[in-house]
């Protein structure tokens, strides 16, 4: 086992595991969430000065409003915060939020989303081994999911873990229907720019790509 | 015209006189007398019990091997009811050709239900392929927030995971040593660290040498902190799940050597706010303000790497 180097770019994101079950403003804010993360990923500093505005501005009214009648706005709205935060570049202050509305976690899926987003903000704050760890938790509260089990594979690989992060791709791609547009798996795979740095020491994932690059270029 | 019916005519009476006399496997018969009202009703009754179920998961099946579950198997069971009450109508075969009775018939659905299903997959072939395409095509002119936005959830076979549930479970073991050795080398006592790393059972050369990095300032001290309170917060963690015996028996044993009481390391959180009073307290101008909080807390986001 070999400490993984790679470096870790500013690409993170957002996906709803039932987008139909989200709020007309939750989703706004997820939107907003997903462009600051590009903006600020391009350095775009107009168009995320802009975002973090309106993500401002409608964090105001979510929590106003409690939390858009969630059946738990008390994890709902730090949750919310969390997200915004972690768009706008500010990592550990999205960990912070992100732990407060684990602590209120009211089901199995608020708790895996909130594992599953400390994972993904470990990693980013360079902190492999805390981002396993967080991934084993969620992993016990919801071991199908597969952004959890992709989250996990890229703590796994920068933490030195190689073939097992390998092996997590390999049992991806023997499910070929997750293969195909509008599935986690894909999204992750034409967004997530870190999986393309790991894919040169990952044959699993090289493949993975491969594949779904052929099926993408069939397709058009 | 006239030549048309003379030979479905004969089509019919040659399918008809090939068919075996008996045995169910007769050979496609010519349609039969339509099902009277009553019985239809009846039949419509039984159908709902006995032969849906036996479609839907045909469909569903179909649906899964055939098209990775692209083809919606709603709609293939709404296709094979379409289809069940045409031949209905028309007493048409391979059901209804022969005056069945409502249980016979429904009872002949659930059994014939793959062959239904296949039916309904060549039905809705073309139709769902071209909407794939078009999908295909919308999806490939979307931004990427709104791709990101129509992304939902696919579970992942379990059964497909299995090799992967065994690594992951030797790395948790693996890591669960590499906590016990954070919280040997991080112990605020220095004098202390190689006890408490016997104690913990983290005595190898790689345990020594992270005891030494901390002893000689190669780690730094606040880097030391966040690892003492991460490691203890972990631990606290584990102790919360099934498998804690060991750790209560680490616990306890810590307890015995240094009088340290694991009370005092469940309480060390990381000082991280745990109250909606301080989430309350982030108001407008939101993103930054909150963190402006946090950094005024002051245990976060201080001298991480």
Known sequence: ?220 | MGNTTNRLDGLKSKLTSAAPETGAKAARSPDGPVMAAAEQEEFWRLYAKVAMPAIERSCRGFSRALTDNAMSAEDMTAWVDERVWKMLRKGAWPVFHDSPSPQEAAERLAQKSKLLARWAYMGLSRSTWRRKAREAKYLSGMSRSERLAAVSSTPADLERMDEVHEDLERIRKAVSAKTRTQAAASWHEPEDRRRIAMVLGVTGPGEEAVIARAETGEIKANTLDQMRSRTRKEIRSILKGPGATVLVLIVSMLALVLGAAPAQAGEQTGGRPGGRAEVGAVKSGAIMSGHALLAREGEQTGGRP
């Open chain 1, 1 to 220: 086992m070999s400490p993984a180097t790679t470096t870790t770019t500013h690409t993170t994101l957002i996906t709803a595991p039932n987008p139909t079950n989200m709020s007309a403003l939750e989703a706004a804010m997820m939107d907003a969430c997903n462009q600051l993360h590009e903006a600020v990923g391009q350095g775009d500093d107009d168009a995320a000065l802009r975002l973090r505005s309106d993500l401002a501005e409608m964090l105001d009214r979510y929590e106003h409003s409690n939390a858009d009648d969630h059946p738990n706005a008390d994890w709902a709205v730090p949750h919310q915060r969390a997200l915004a935060l972690s768009a706008a570049g500010e990592v550990e202050g999205a960990i912070v939020y992100e732990e407060i509305a684990l602590e209120h976690a009211g089901t199995d899926r608020q708790r895996e989303i909130s594992l599953g987003n400390l994972a993904d903000r470990s990693i980013r704050a360079g902190r492999a081994e805390q981002a396993v760890e967080y991934f084993f938790r969620a992993r016990d509260v919801s071991p199908r999911s597969v952004p959890i089990m992709l989250t996990g594979a890229q703590a796994l690989y920068l933490a030195g873990y190689v073939s097992e992060s390998n092996r997590i791709f390999q049992a991806l791609g023997a499910m070929p229907r997750l293969l195909r547009e509008g599935t986690e798996l894909t999204a992750y795979l034409d967004f997530e720019t870190r999986l393309q740095e790991m894919r040169l020491d990952l044959p699993a994932l090289d493949e993975l790509l491969g594949r779904w690059e052929s099926i993408r270029a069939e397709g058009v």
